[in-house]
């Protein structure tokens, strides 16, 4: 003979009572579940902060390139070595996530991290997600033809990602700009010293006015060069590995408004 149930001799409203009170303690458990699980999503976002890492994408966020590039900078002062700084974004990106959502948009993010982190093949070259759909590749010890080149190969890959969201592939267009840091020599004056050689700042500095020069065009690599001589080196290195120039959009170097560069 089998047990009577807890609820057996209650009436129906005892009953529909029982049933409210055990609905309201599990709708209670589930809030404190919901509530840890937010606490613990932030506190992966704090521990992935303090690590370098960028909580979206895993790649090195902008807290570490801040690091790196003035690693970067004394080393290539200290030893005399030119080193490169890439920085890229997401041509239409705003369009791609109005047309297709943040999911997508975010899973393309992810995507281009991946490929720059798997097209860098040096030790000591490193990709950093700045934040939004900026990118930044630095370079060490790399001549800036040398940086372009790369950049171009990168270019190419992300526009080669296969990317399809309901049925239709998305196509990903990205523009660069390079600029490079060379140690001044022993005795050199860095007064009136171009975007071309000043510290970490300028170079960036640099490299965004690249940037922004090929986002004029569209999907485009774009470099600083500080003298007609230097840009025919660039395009004839480029041409001897079958680069197609028309993909390239150089721009002369300026000087820095306000920002003076170290003695």
Do not use: C
Request: charged share 25%.
């Amino acid at each position: 003979m089998t047990e009577p149930q807890e609820s057996e001799g209650l009436s129906l409203e005892q009953q529909i009572q029982q049933l409210r009170t055990e609905n309201a303690k599990f709708k209670e458990v589930n809030t404190r579940l919901i509530e840890e699980n937010a606490r613990l999503r932030e506190s992966r976002g704090h521990f992935a902060l303090l690590a370098g890492k960028d909580t979206l994408t895993g790649a090195k966020n902008r807290r570490r390139y801040n690091e790196d590039t003035e690693r970067v900078h004394r080393e290539s002062t200290r030893e005399g070595a030119e080193s490169a700084l890439l920085l890229l974004d997401l041509d239409l990106f705003k369009e791609i996530n109005d047309k297709y959502g943040h999911a997508a948009g975010d899973e393309i993010l992810q995507a281009v991290a991946a490929l720059l982190e798997n097209g860098l093949h040096r030790p000591g070259d490193s990709a950093y997600r700045m934040g939004g759909d900026e990118f930044v590749v630095l370079l060490p010890k790399t001549p800036k033809a040398n940086a372009v080149y790369v950049a171009t190969l990168l270019q190419k890959s992300i526009n080669e990602l296969e990317f399809v969201v309901n049925g239709e592939r998305v196509p990903i267009f990205t523009s660069f700009g390079v600029n490079s840091y060379k140690p001044q020599r022993a005795g050199q004056s860095a007064k009136g010293a171009s975007l071309y050689t000043t510290d970490s700042a300028g170079t960036f500095i640099g490299a965004d006015q690249a940037l922004y020069t090929a986002k004029v065009h569209r999907n485009k690599v774009g470099f600083i060069y500080q003298n007609d001589r230097e840009r025919l080196e660039i395009e004839e290195f480029l041409r001897a590995r079958q680069i197609d120039i028309s993909k390239v959009v150089p721009t002369l170097a300026q000087p820095i408004s306000g920002h003076t560069p170290p003695s």
